[in-house]
């Protein structure tokens, strides 16, 4: 019998991967994360958390103090229709009142951090390679790997690494996935987020801003683009400016992102300083895999977390909060499968994780699908900010049902409605 190198593989420690490993070594599980790169390391995202990202780090206890580099937000500047409005977070018994911002430079180590110190064993600069099976039973029980240097050239031999259970939290690639034959759903929404950094005086601002309407040229006197974009103050003396784009479905689309992103931003107001000569690095892309896009979520061992499972929000394009919550209740699925007798016992339990992870998101994904097939086209855009903004009951059920920030246990009249939508929704 080959003895197991632990009882838990994942594959990749980004927030999905550094979650669950975190989880699992709580609760006294031996957990190896095989991550590619090395921290500190980059990744394409807005670097603002809503309420819900702050409440999974919350409950990891993930320390968010200003000294750290962390900033808080009280809520949403939206832009649009010629309309400036301020929407607060909601208060609710579910989520803090408050959002945060953090380079994922610094996010993503953080959490890795934060795994180590719970007994995780993370184990940079080894690609994962493919997957090991069981010949006679055709489940995965491990994976190959090989070292890699900062530039992800190979340094040596391939490894095999062995584990009765896998998560693959390899990021929107899904290359594990692929290896096991679970291509992308085309059918599902797939959004584009493109970002850069700027030198900027609206650093320390404590509201996160959208621009709901993206022009090519001077505001109300030129073409409306696809998308919408953000502002997020760092509070270090720059903010992430970034758009995103989503299409229904998974088809490539014929637009050139960054330049789009330098045509939107040379039309904001110059004194927000957002010049060339203040731009800091390059303008970067990156896919957003959304509403379950990869299914099954569990497969002959494996179970999906984050974006390798397309959990990316379609109504916001927020794919953290998504990626940490689905690795707790992985987390949670595994340990209390370990304490089942028997293979077959076990597998049936590991097997409730997409059940678990259609429940609770499910009917707001499909929700969010139907939003997507409206809101793809800048005419319909358009209507919507200039007559729905000046609204102000309806924008703030509009931001509680965008950001996914309402109470499902009870909260007020708009809480309870989009309570009644999710339920009515198909989870498919």
């Known amino acids: 019998m080959v003895t197991p190198d632990a009882d838990v593989i994942v594959v990749g420690a980004g927030p999905a991967g550094s979650t669950v490993a975190f989880y699992l070594a709580a609760a006294g599980v ?5 991550e590619k790169t090395e921290f500190p390391r980059e990744k394409v995202c807005g670097d603002g958390f809503t309420p819900r990202s702050v409440r999974e780090l919350v409950a990891m206890g993930v320390p968010m103090r200003p000294e750290d580099g962390w900033i808080r937000n009280k809520g949403l500047r939206v832009r649009g229709g010629g309309h400036v409005i301020h929407l607060p977070w909601p208060q609710t018994e579910t989520f803090p009142d408050y959002g945060v911002s953090r380079t994922r430079k610094d996010f993503d180590q953080t959490l890795a951090v934060h795994a180590r110190a719970a007994g995780a064993r993370i184990q940079e600069r080894t690609q994962v390679t493919g997957p090991v099976t069981d010949e006679r039973t055709g489940r995965v029980v491990g994976v190959t790997a090989r070292p890699v240097d900062a530039s992800g050239r190979r340094t040596g031999d391939e490894v095999t690494y062995r584990a009765p259970v896998v998560v693959a939290a390899d990021g929107v690639s899904g290359r594990f996935a692929l290896a096991l034959g679970l291509e992308k759903d085309p059918r599902r929404p797939m959004g584009v987020a493109v970002r850069t950094y700027f030198r900027t005086p609206r650093h320390d601002d404590d509201w996160m801003e959208s621009h709901l309407e ?10 409306l683009l696809p998308g919408y974009g953000w502002i997020f103050g760092l509070g270090d003396g720059t903010a ?3 758009l995103g784009s989503v299409s229904s479905t998974a088809a490539a689309t014929k637009i050139d992102y960054k330049d789009l992103l330098q045509r939107w931003v040379s039309h904001l107001p110059p004194e927000w300083e957002f010049t060339p ?3 800091i ?3 970067r892309s990156a896919a957003l895999p959304m509403a379950f896009n990869r299914k099954p979520l569990y497969h002959r061992g494996v179970l999906l977390v984050g974006d390798a499972g397309g959990m990316v929000n379609p109504f916001n394009g927020e794919g953290i909060a998504y990626a940490m919550q689905a690795a707790r209740r992985a987390a949670e699925v595994i340990v209390q499968a370990r304490a089942r007798a028997t293979d077959a016992q076990r597998d049936r339990v590991l097997a409730t994780y997409p059940g678990v992870m259609a429940d609770e998101l499910g009917g707001y994904y499909t929700l969010g699908r139907a939003f997507v097939r409206i809101i793809e086209r800048p005419d319909v855009m358009r209507v919507l900010t200039r007559y729905g903004l000046p609204r102000p009951a309806l924008m703030r059920l509009t931001l509680k049902l965008l950001s996914d920030v309402w109470d499902p246990h009870g909260g007020d009249a708009s809480d309870r409605f989009i309570a009644a939508l999710t339920r009515i929704a198909p989870a498919a």
Not at 30 to 34: F, K, T
Not at 214 to 223: E, V
């Open 277 to 279: 000569e203040n731009q």
């Open 30 to 34: 031996d957990v190896l994360v095989l």
């Open 240 to 242: 992430n400016v970034g």
């Open 281 to 283: 690095g390059p303008v």
């Open 214 to 223: 993206l022009w090519d040229g001077p505001p109300g006197r030129s073409a």
